[in-house]
């Protein structure tokens, strides 16, 4: 059964700390996505990677950044937590037509 | 830039009655895919129905169906029978040809089944 996790449901974080939100998938998938998802907004890419160590800007990238050791694993990164990222985050990996998706981490920043 | 539209923000069905969600989007591509999934309060996001652009057919999977017309860009679905359990976020999203391309995601319907 195909599974993307995610470290954490939800978090709870103050502005200007260093955030890690971490997703693994355990398909051997070479390509994985970090989406940020808002109301009215649907889900916007945040970055992508097709292979580890590479990584590509999405359509929201500012602010966030990547990391890609690992097949894996692809962690999203927020240098400098700020309210206006409080979202949620999805993660999900790909294999031909369809993308699988973590459960999301509900992201609070105070 | 792909772009993809949903006009209904929320939807209301009757239980055992059917409901369509609409869907438009924008593309120069002539190869892409269509998708729509379903995001319940569990927030785990569910692929629901898959449509190929060069396909003239319109997907089917059991009581989900689309009606895909590609001239006009227009992508919805349809939920017959509603249950329960189809209460849910619907996003429709499109995607490129080319594997492993990123998906665009539309607003979001958020749909309530009354019993």
């Known amino acids: 059964d195909v599974k993307v996790t995610q470290s954490s449901r939800y978090l709870v974080k103050r502005t200007g700390e260093k955030v890690f939100l971490e997703c693994v998938q355990d398909m051997d998938h070479e390509n994985m996505f970090w989406y940020r998802q808002d109301p009215g907004l649907g889900l916007r890419l945040i970055y992508f990677?097709?292979?580890?160590?590479?990584?590509e800007k999405g359509d929201i990238p500012e602010g966030y950044s990547v990391s890609r050791e690992k097949k894996e694993r692809f962690s999203l990164i927020l240098e400098s937590a700020s309210t206006n990222q409080t979202s949620m985050y999805l993660c999900?990996?790909?294999?031909?037509?369809?993308?699988?998706f973590g459960p999301g981490t509900r992201l609070t920043v105070t | 830039a792909q772009t993809v539209t949903q006009s209904q923000p929320e939807m209301s069905v009757q239980e055992a009655e059917t409901v369509t969600l609409s869907c438009t989007y924008d593309t120069s591509e002539s190869d892409y895919y269509l998708f729509w999934y379903k995001q319940p309060p569990s927030r785990q996001m569910i692929l629901v129905i898959r449509?190929?652009?060069?396909?003239?057919q319109n997907a089917t999977e059991n009581r989900f169906s689309v009606n895909f017309q590609k001239a006009a860009k227009s992508f919805s679905l349809k939920i017959s029978d509603s249950q329960l359990g189809d209460a849910a976020m619907y996003f429709c999203?499109?995607?490129?040809?080319?594997?492993?391309?990123?998906?665009?995601f539309g607003e979001g319907t958020q749909l309530t089944v009354n019993p």
């Open positions: 999900a990996s790909n294999w031909g037509y369809e993308q699988y």
């Open positions: 990677s097709y292979d580890v160590k590479m990584k």
């Open positions: 449509q190929e652009a060069y396909k003239q």
């Open positions: 999203a499109y995607r490129r040809g080319t594997s492993g391309s990123r998906l665009t």
